[in-house]
């Protein structure tokens, strides 16, 4: 326990100190929005064993909700954020409701349909802006004292906000609650044999893997003053599947070092397309920077096939293999 | 969780953030313009890579350095979505330094990549959207509006249909701001030539059947069926209109038509088609002779967007030559205060609210006997002076204009 | 001029048809899924970039061979349905012991995977493809003008449907099938190669997509995305009729279809809406499926 905390703490100091490193602020604030909207992801599907194919919606809808109250009601961020997150919370507990009445496959099926009604609602919606998005949303100044349209005191906001939301997660898998959910992963009969109201522990694992995505959200709202529909669609769920999956299921750190994996790659496949372009001479390879698409769908198949655990998941066991290896010898 | 994890996860993300701000290189010693437009989706043709040939070509035609330093060119594709196009401009700006950016089409993201652009202080040349409000509500101290906008358009083409008759008008929009724009501006130059708005249907963008949206303007029996979209929707509208019969009983007004559209439809089914043109590469020699040198680059004659992309780099660079300097501010006041005079515009200059003021004009598709070959499209029925055609100082609802 | 809760008889028709031609794509696409998910018990996510492969294929034929659309017609499915017998084959077969999910989750990856291929080979505005000759012109039914080919989309959809209705539901090899999904261990007992079938029918399932994708081909832009804007629709029509429902599926989509034109008339702004608003009802109501048997 002792080393775990000592490794969080190293994390911790090492976030506070990015921007000393000369990263770019805006690049690690999407990231840790990202880790974030894993993490309560992977709340639910690692840790309960629920696979919901619609989370951008919970992403989509706090971004669009604080942003309104931001820009139209002059909320200050602080409020605008709790307003995204009530909102996503919310949408949760509809879509909740009514996907929870089925399970597996159909669960999913569910999520994703419902989330493209989320979807469309909000392109057919006069505040969100269409195609056009909600633009231009001031960033505010916090609590009244600190201005966030410095990128730096914004970093920090975000900082704050993920080890928060973090802490939530770890705190929640780590309780009485948390191992009920893992029991209904593991078996849901038999935890329903064990007299738990399996529903209703599924529903509140939901609602809150919908709050958390919202605050995820929200923040991401306030790092790009904007929402825009992206945010809400089906190939967003789909990628922060695949930064679950990738980073490992299941396993608290997979999903940060998967969106952090994932987030890289939409960033870098540009550059290696032109660098394998002038290798080859190939000039294909310098529209292969343009699709991300056919690299994530790649990594997505091969991960699925060959590389279920994720990163972490491949690590803790490797690492437990040396272990029973050395202890037998 | 194990601590060895930890420290390997996070020696990982320490290599990969690094590397990413290794790559961002300071560097004040080149101009570097940023383009940011839609490669590959329903505007591609337009724009797309075309446009970023044609910016390569002023720069080429600039020496391609000025005062010593190099004149660099990037370019990004926005894919139709806001929050690519933003977060991209902001990198750029942040860590590429970039001294311009260039926006090319769809409404939608020049709104948003304007305000970035403001925000930073920097210049922004928006060419490829058609958006009035990018210098009327939403104008800023560094936006400069190029090509054309759905005022000019409104007042060109929805004025010539009104006076010939067509008093009756049913819109099928593009549901973003430049459909809206679009409708709504043509919408006022209806009304205020005492025409009436039968109604109005918003068709998502990108869409591929219009059949549905068809069919309810017909059932309107307005008589002129306007199109406030454009590229690959208007080309698909139009197909779809023929599909349905829809000329029978409707006169179809495109309200934005690129030379593209009508390469892909066919004279067939454009012919006497008439609309608003900022520019055709077949209006005089200078014309023609950089229409020759863009096609040998890009197999096709240039739409008026990528003629414009032309012209806006040629000025910019020209203020920072004449100025000597690449800051925001200083390039801007230039350019309000000097005229454009080349292939593009004759007698052209940039108003306080960064609208680019030039003449308009009515163009016809021709018949197809009419026709000599490829690309040979249009006659020109008449000149629009740019200053009856765009939004006047006195109707402008831009913050800059003293009034 | 007749009127049906306000709206002209003629629009109401009109859209009536129209929503017709939609379902007869709804048809198509959800039985291609409940026949895969029925025997292989796995959501085929790919099914939309499969269809788009067929509509690709249709105007590759055309581009670069100069086959005509009847030749598409029936090549392409056939070449759609090798390509699923690949993916079965070397993909799919390993995930049958896994959670189901998995399944999901790797045909998402093949639709991204090929999605990605043709958008960065074609770019996203889409092909152009024309009516072939037999079929252009329109006819003027009096309440309105209907292109002569969107009645054969909804004739092609109708037969090919009852086809696969009576192989499965009626012939011996659909009663193979259908015991195959009941108990394969006992069926491969008897000496079918039960992995074959399996094979096959994923194959049999894809080429209908690639059928609908060459149906679709004149109507619609041929774009890489052509296919994802519409698998969402197809999964809520399934889940509506029920999964493993082969006449659920082709009267849900058919019906769906229907409904969706209409709200254009009625209520436009909720026309994309108003298959999830049923789903979601339907759900409540009955949860599995207006056709379906709870699996």
Redesign the interface.
């Known amino acids: 326990m002792n080393r775990q905390a000592l490794g969080y703490v190293l994390f911790a100091v090492f976030l506070a100190a990015i921007p000393m490193l000369g990263i770019y602020p805006i690049f690690a604030m999407k990231i840790m929005c990202y880790a974030l909207f894993a993490c309560a992801f992977n709340l639910l599907l690692g840790f309960t064993g629920l696979l919901s194919f619609g989370h951008a919606a919970f992403l989509g809808s706090a971004a669009y909700a604080s942003g309104h109250a931001i820009k139209v009601w002059g909320f200050s961020p602080e409020l605008g954020i709790l307003y995204g997150v009530a909102i996503a919370g919310l949408l949760g507990v509809v879509m909740g409701a009514l996907a929870i009445r089925r399970s597996g496959i159909y669960f999913a099926m569910i999520t994703m349909a419902l989330s493209q009604m989320v979807y469309f609602f909000f392109l057919q919606a006069k505040f969100t802006g269409g195609e056009d998005g909600l633009q231009g949303v001031p960033r505010g100044t916090l609590f009244g004292l600190i201005d966030l349209k410095s990128d730096l005191n914004l970093y920090y906001l975000v900082m704050t906000i993920f080890v928060l939301g973090y802490f939530i997660i770890w705190r929640t898998v780590h309780s009485p609650f948390g191992q009920v959910l893992k029991a209904i992963r593991e078996n849901e009969p038999r935890a329903i044999s064990l007299g738990y109201d399996v529903e209703r522990f599924k529903l509140l694992a939901f609602v809150l893997s919908a709050l958390l995505a919202g605050l995820a959200g929200s923040t991401k709202m306030l790092i790009f003053v904007s929402a825009t529909l992206s945010d809400a669609t089906w190939q967003m769920s789909g990628l922060v599947i695949l930064m679950t999956l990738i980073g490992g299921l299941g396993t608290l750190v997979g999903p940060v070092l998967g969106a952090f994996i994932v987030v890289l790659l939409e960033n870098k496949v540009g550059d290696f397309g032109a660098a394998v372009a002038k290798l080859t001479g190939v000039e294909w390879f310098q529209r292969l920077g343009e699709s991300v698409t056919i690299v994530i769908g790649l990594i997505f198949v091969i991960c699925v096939l060959a590389f279920r655990r994720g990163v972490v998941g491949e690590v803790n066991a490797w690492l437990e293999k040396r272990k029973a290896v050395s202890t037998q010898a | ?10 020696m ?3 290599f ?3 590397s ?2 290794a ?2 290189n300071i560097s004040d010693d080149v101009i570097r313009i940023g383009f940011i437009t839609d ?4 505007y ?2 337009i724009d797309g890579p075309g446009g970023i040939e044609a910016a390569r070509m002023a720069i080429a035609d600039a020496g391609g350095a000025i005062n010593g330093k190099k004149i660099e060119l990037i370019f990004a ?1 926005h ?6 196009a ?2 991209k401009a ?2 750029w700006f ?2 590429q330094k970039i001294d311009m950016l260039i926006g090319g089409t769809n ?2 993201v020049n ?2 990549l304007a ?1 970035i652009a403001a925000e930073k202080k920097k210049v922004f040349m928006a060419i490829g959207a058609a958006a009035s409000d990018l210098t009327g509500s939403q104008c800023t101290p560094y936006t400069v509006h190029w090509a054309y906008d759905t005022v000019a358009l409104a007042r060109g083409t929805g004025s010539a249909v009104v006076k010939a008759g067509g008093k009756s008008w049913y819109f099928l929009t593009a ?3 430049f459909g809206h724009a679009l409708e709504r501006d043509t919408a006022n130059v209806v009304k205020a030539a005492g025409g009436e708005i039968k109604g109005q ?1 918003r068709a ?3 869409s ?2 219009f ?2 949206f068809l ?2 303007a ?2 309107s029996k307005a008589q002129i069926l306007g199109l406030a979209n454009a ?2 929707d208007t080309i ?1 509208s139009i ?1 779809a209109a023929n ?3 829809i000329g029978k009983t409707m006169k179809l007004a495109g309200l934005l038509i690129f030379i593209n559209d009508i390469h ?1 439809l066919g004279l067939n089914v454009t012919q006497g088609m008439q609309f608003t043109d900022g520019w055709y590469w077949d209006q005089n020699d200078e014309t023609r002779a950089w229409s020759a040198k863009f096609e040998a680059k890009v197999k096709r004659k240039p739409s008026m967007i990528q003629a414009g992309d032309y012209s806006a780099v040629s000025f910019y660079l020209n203020a920072v030559k004449a100025t000597g300097s690449d800051d925001g501010d200083t390039v801007m006041k230039w350019m309000k205060s000097n005229k454009v005079n080349d292939m593009f515009a004759k007698n052209g200059y940039v108003r306080e609210d960064g609208r680019m003021i030039h003449d308009m004009f009515l163009m016809e598709v021709k018949k197809p006997s009419e026709s000599k070959g490829p690309w040979d499209y249009y006659k020109q029925i008449a000149v629009l002076p740019g200053e009856s055609v765009f939004t006047t100082l006195a109707e402008s609802t831009c913050k800059l204009i003293k009034k | 001029m007749i009127t049906i809760f306000g709206i002209p008889l003629q629009a109401f028709l009109g859209q009536l048809l129209l929503g017709l031609v939609n379902g007869s794509f709804y048809a198509i696409l959800s039985l291609g899924l409940a026949v895969i998910f029925g025997l292989l018990n796995v959501i085929n996510f790919a099914h939309g970039a499969l269809y788009m492969f067929g509509a690709f294929l249709a105007w590759m034929g055309m581009s670069y061979f100069g086959l005509n659309y009847w030749v598409m017609l029936a090549l392409a499915p056939v070449i759609v349905g090798l390509f699923g017998i690949l993916i079965e084959k070397f993909l799919l077969k390993h995930l049958y012991k896994l959670d189901h999910l998995y399944g999901l989750l790797l045909t998402f990856g093949i639709t991204l995977l090929m999605e990605g291929l043709f958008r960065s080979f074609y770019g996203v505005s889409g092909q152009p493809y024309s009516t072939p000759e037999a079929l252009r012109g329109a006819t003027n039914l009096g309440f309105m003008v209907l292109p002569n080919y969107r009645a054969w989309v909804v004739v092609a959809s109708v037969v090919v449907c009852l086809l696969t209705w009576f192989v499965i539901e009626r012939t011996r090899l659909g009663a193979l099938l259908r015991a195959g999904t009941e108990n394969p261990k006992l069926v491969e007992a008897f000496g079918v190669n039960v992995p074959l079938m399996i094979t096959l029918t994923y194959a049999f399932g894809v080429a209908l997509a690639g059928f609908a994708g060459v149906l679709a081909a004149p109507i619609l832009q041929i774009s890489p995305l052509m296919g994802s804007n519409l698998i969402v629709v197809v999964f809520a029509v399934v889940v509506i009729g029920g999964m493993g429902s082969i006449l659920g599926a082709i009267v849900t989509g058919l019906g769906l279809g229907v409904i969706e034109g209409l709200t254009k008339v009625f209520w436009p702004e909720a026309s994309s809406t108003v298959v999830f608003i049923i789903m979601a009802i339907v759900l409540l109501l009955r949860p599995a499926g207006l056709f379906g048997k709870e699996k």
Do not use: C, H, I
């Open positions: 969780m194990k601590l060895r994890t930890l420290s390997a996860s996070l990982l993300a320490g990969g953030l690094v990413q701000s790559l961002a490669m590959a989706s329903v591609s043709d594709d894919q139709n979505k806001a929050d690519v933003a977060a902001r990198e942040d860590q409404s939608g709104l948003a305000g549901d973003y701001a249907v998502p963008l990108n591929s059947d059949s549905s069919l309810q017909q059932s590229g690959g698909n197909k599909e349905f019969g892909s």
